[in-house]
């Protein structure tokens, strides 16, 4: 029985260990093209800003007589149809994480179709998942004998793993995940002031807290979720707290000097430069050598990520690094609240560290 528990447990650590894998092969595959659509679309939009244009996406502006409004229309179209493709290209890149190249297609389509049916990013995660296991099994179980095998990469597998992931997808998933969707769409759009603020301070208390830890990505990827129905706070919120935490301990280091001394002062500079191309985990080193951190991280996040949407910045795109901060809608509301939570923890962590011991010479 001890056996028995004991590779159960492996098993499921295994299977764990590959969906996250498989996940994180989505997403980096994704974030690039949400980057480059996103920063294509902000440059449209702080352009035409200039101009007293807040609607560049509106289609009169194609026929403009200005010909920089013009262009600037195009880069929209341009930004917006590179977010289009955000969830058909996590979805094929998760069932590419789970079995290579020949599901590649299959997720495509069916995170393409899981779009269309108004399912959101959990229904592409959920499509890319199903087209990446039906794949593995297609090819673990289907033999055919002498010439007829050279056919299963090139037709079997991309016809039938495509149509069956995609008739689950429509008679199975899609209804349910849809109604998911929208009831959470309901919900939030519903809330507005104290709420909304509530809200997004628990988001970014959830984005400090553990720092690409379980709880971070929870908070992380529901707002990606709710991000692909456009519901922008959460996001809003999610991003704003993912670079306090870094930024904020990475300016610790100059301020308190005695208080971090040794290694973390170079980690202080590593957290410092992470922090603004988005990169949580700089700041791990110091939760690792002063757990009591973890507070005032967390402070400083909610309170920044509050800040940012009760003061009415929204990002639009799951990018929190500088290289997306002036595409944020109310993007200088949005830097000072990043200041605002950064200042809270390089403050709050000198006054709840204590100094370090200075050793004597010779």
């Known amino acids: 029985m001890a056996t028995f528990n004991s590779k159960a447990g492996v098993q499921k650590k295994g299977l764990i260990t590959e969906l996250r894998g498989a996940l994180m092969t989505g997403v980096s595959y994704m974030l690039p093209l949400v980057i480059a659509g996103a920063v294509i679309m902000g440059f449209a939009r702080i ?6 244009i807040v609607d560049i996406w509106d289609s009169a502006h194609a026929l403009s007589d200005n ?28 069932a590419y994480g789970i079995a290579n190249k020949p599901a590649l297609a299959p997720g495509l389509i069916a995170g393409a179709l899981s779009q269309q049916l108004g399912t959101g990013f959990l ?10 296991y039906i794949v593995r099994y297609m090819v673990r179980y289907i033999r055919l004998p002498g010439a007829f095998a050279s056919i299963t990469p090139i037709f079997l597998i991309p016809f039938g793993a495509t149509l069956s992931s995609c008739l689950i997808v429509i008679y199975v998933i899609g209804e349910p ?7 959470l769409e309901s919900s939030l759009q519903m809330m507005s002031g104290t709420n909304k603020v509530l809200l997004a301070a628990i988001v970014g208390g959830m984005v400090g807290f553990d720092l690409g830890g379980p709880v971070n990505k929870a908070a992380i990827t529901s707002s990606l979720a709710l991000l692909a129905s456009g519901i922008y706070d959460p996001n809003t919120a999610a991003q704003v707290a993912i670079v306090v935490p870094p930024i904020g ?21 590593s957290s410092l430069l992470m922090g603004l191309v988005g990169v949580s985990e700089g700041a791990i080193p110091f939760i690792l050598a002063k757990p009591q951190l973890i507070i005032i991280n967390v402070i400083g996040s909610a309170v920044a990520a509050a800040l940012a949407v009760g003061l009415g910045a929204v990002n639009k795109a799951p990018i929190s690094g500088f290289y997306g901060w ?26 709840l560290v204590k100094p370090e011991p200075q050793t004597s010479g010779g």
């Open 67 to 94: 010909s920089i409004i013009r262009l600037l229309y195009s880069f929209d179209q341009i930004g917006s149809i590179g977010l289009s493709l955000m969830l058909p290209i996590i979805a094929g890149y998760i």
């Open 177 to 183: 995940l849809s109604s998911l969707n929208q009831s």
């Open 326 to 351: 002036l595409a944020v809608d109310g993007w200088m509301i949005y830097v000072f609240s990043i200041a605002v939570g950064a200042g809270i923890i390089a403050v709050g962590a000198g006054l």
């Open 47 to 52: 352009g035409a800003s200039f101009y007293g």
């Open 249 to 269: 301990l990475g300016l610790a280091i100059f301020i308190w000097k005695s208080r971090f001394q040794g290694p973390l002062q170079e980690a202080g500079k």
């Open 123 to 132: 229904g592409a995660l959920v499509a890319g998942l199903l087209a990446g």
